[in-house]
């Protein structure tokens, strides 16, 4: 259709300028018209089906959007023509090596951690083999991502799964049983990809690898986890208490509430806080096997088949970069687990499981996410001798990680303090440098939350309303071609989205503060609605149905308390309410919630 209207104008044009009749003339003017209706019917059609398959992945969404406001170019562009597969590859593989050779055992109690006693009923022999059910849901539910050596494209596979789901099936049930992975499933893929789109693309150091691996052997690990959630003992030794990555009910957010709810309350008691911010250097890519092994089978229970099916899938790992075309030579994977999955995370947190009680000698208030681990303590001004108990902590820490093949990232540790500013400045030299720690007297970004020494968020409002407005302005650009539907499906995975993260935090901030987020929200309602620049907002965001920031803010906060008194929030939070024996308190909190319920629903 398309080509049609394109040879029809053509063919008008070239009449009229041949003939120069005006009859011509009129048919061409008409026919430029229909063209240009044409291609701005096949511009929406072809947006709004990259938004319809691809909204639920935001990272697509915001690729596709930069790369039609020009904003972005593919990172592939980026990669000079000098550099190639072994380069990076003999790169990769030096600066894990460099690393492991940079860890200086230490011979230190840290590393004496507590072995849990597991009861036989706790133990897990073998995996559950799964049924034809499970392998539909967990193939289904999969992403269709491509992956070079796959026999069958993903699309393909889903599409042909009622002939081949048997195979299938028998697959991955032998793997499990008899405790041993395939080859081909243990070999993966490096893309390298720069860190941020300014850093300078000849420098092998400002690219990290990102590794894929075969669609099937993502469904094996799939498979494990499974398993391993059924066993007995998860409830209490399969996760660290205050390790808030990858876990059901556990978030970013409900960790940052704890955390800063400590703070604040130790601040309304006239003390002053250290909060340190602790960073590894590739620390999923250095985990030691046998230690891995060791704390899969002494801290959760993993033995006999299920252990030998670990020892499989650890052993025997390989992964090569495929750039431009060209591949690189194949490198054994000596250490590490793989990433992009459910089951490194998973990994890797059973690793880390007696850095816990390490912390806990000390009295130290704790939180960890993956790799990233925080600690913090209040004190009063004139008591600061308390402090010290952080800096044997910090140096324990440290010893831990080295005794366990992490690297502390000195550079990347960073220090608040948190107080009044005639109090803390005295403190600022504080003697945590020794360590290789940097003091950082102004802002931290805690997981996507900027905090400073006061605790007013201010400067995380202010980057909050600089990324929305960025986001906004390459909505706005695309807006004429979008019809409402799709135009607020990326209002919501851009910008409602960064509005309502962690959100629960800001209950206590000043109106000031607030209105610069309703501010951004009021100018996504008027792009929306192409409404003009002086017309009253409150009908506007009724007819779309969006609370206003601050009740967002307090619906979230009734939320998070309602699931705490329910059972759907992690213990630490529960365990900040008190309970009451009336039960019309809780009646009350339910209420209030239905009322927020239907505020939103009835809105317009």
């Excluded at 690729?63 to 972005?72: E, G, I």
């Excluded at 849990?116 to 992403?143: M, V």
């Excluded at 269709?144 to 099936?169: I, Q």
């Excluded at 400073?452 to 960025?470: C, G, R």
């Amino acid at each position: 259709m398309m080509l049609l209207t394109i040879s029809l104008y053509r063919s008008l044009e070239r009449k009229w300028r041949k003939t120069n009749l005006e009859v011509f003339r009129i048919a061409w003017k008409n026919s430029m018209s229909s063209y240009r209706q044409a291609l701005k019917t096949f511009r929406a059609e072809h947006i709004h089906k990259l938004i319809e398959n691809n909204q639920n992945n935001p990272r697509f969404l915001f690729s596709t959007v930069a790369r039609l406001t020009n904003n972005q170019t593919p990172p592939d562009l980026n990669i000079p023509s000098q550099l190639n597969s072994n380069d990076f590859m003999n790169f990769f593989s030096d600066k894990i090596d460099n690393i492991r050779n940079t860890i200086t055992y230490v011979d230190s109690t840290a590393s004496n951690t507590l072995v849990l006693s597991i009861a036989p009923k706790d133990k897990l022999q073998c995996f559950t083999t799964i049924g034809q059910e499970e392998l539909n849901k967990l193939i289904t539910s999969s992403k269709p991502t491509a992956f070079l050596l796959d026999p069958v494209p993903t699309k393909l596979l889903k599409e042909l799964l009622p002939v081949t789901e048997k195979p299938l099936l028998n697959i991955i049930n032998s793997s499990l049983s008899l405790g041993h992975v395939p080859k081909p499933f243990k070999l993966a893929i490096i893309k390298p990809l720069i860190k941020k789109p300014q850093l300078d693309p000849s420098e092998l150091a400002n690219y990290r690898p990102i590794s894929n691996l075969p669609f099937m052997s993502k469904n094996f690990r799939k498979s494990c986890v499974c398993s391993i959630v059924l066993l007995p003992a998860k409830k209490k030794d399969l996760y660290e208490e205050f390790q808030w990555g990858f876990r059901p009910h556990h978030s970013t957010e409900t960790a940052l509430v704890k955390i800063t709810n400590d703070l604040l309350l130790a601040s309304d008691q006239g003390c002053i806080s250290l909060l340190v911010l602790l960073d590894l250097s590739a620390a999923f890519d250095t985990i030691d096997h046998d230690i891995l092994i060791d704390r899969l089978q002494n801290y959760t229970g993993i033995q006999g088949q299920a252990l030998r099916w670990f020892r499989s899938y650890l052993s025997d790992r390989y992964h090569f970069v495929y750039l431009n075309g060209e591949s690189s030579h194949l490198s054994t994977v000596k250490y590490g687990v793989p990433q992009g999955s459910v089951l490194g995370p998973l990994l890797f947190s059973i690793y880390m499981l007696p850095l816990g009680n390490t912390i806990r000698k000390y009295g130290i208030s704790f939180h960890c996410y993956a790799d990233d681990t925080q600690l913090y303590i209040s004190t009063r001004p004139d008591e600061t001798s308390k402090l010290s108990k952080l800096t044997e902590c910090v140096k324990n820490v440290k010893d831990w990680m080295t005794n366990n093949f992490l690297l502390l990232n000195s550079d990347k540790t960073e220090i608040l303090l948190i107080g009044p500013e005639n109090i803390t400045q005295n403190l600022v030299d504080y003697n945590l440098k020794q360590y290789g720690c940097t003091v950082t007297s102004s802002t931290v970004k805690n997981p996507g939350v900027i905090l400073d020494s006061n605790l007013s968020f201010e400067n995380h409002i202010s980057h909050v309303t600089k990324t929305a407005f960025f986001h906004l302005r390459n909505i706005a650009k695309l807006r004429n071609m979008l019809p409402v539907p799709d135009a607020e499906k990326l209002v919501h995975a851009f910008m409602t989205s960064r509005l309502d993260y962690c959100n629960a935090l800001l209950g206590g901030c000043p109106a000031s503060s607030i209105n610069k987020l309703q501010v951004v929200q009021n100018a996504a309602a008027r792009v929306l609605t192409r409404s003009r620049k002086y017309d009253h907002i409150t009908p506007i965001l009724q007819s779309l149905h969006w609370l206003l920031i601050k009740f967002r803010i307090s619906y979230k906060i009734l939320l998070l308390t309602y699931k705490a008194l329910s059972g759907l929030a992690p213990a630490y939070l529960t365990s900040l309410l008190k309970h009451s024996n009336n039960a019309s308190h809780n009646f009350g909190l339910q209420l209030y919630l239905i009322k927020f319920a239907l505020l939103f629903f009835s809105l317009g």
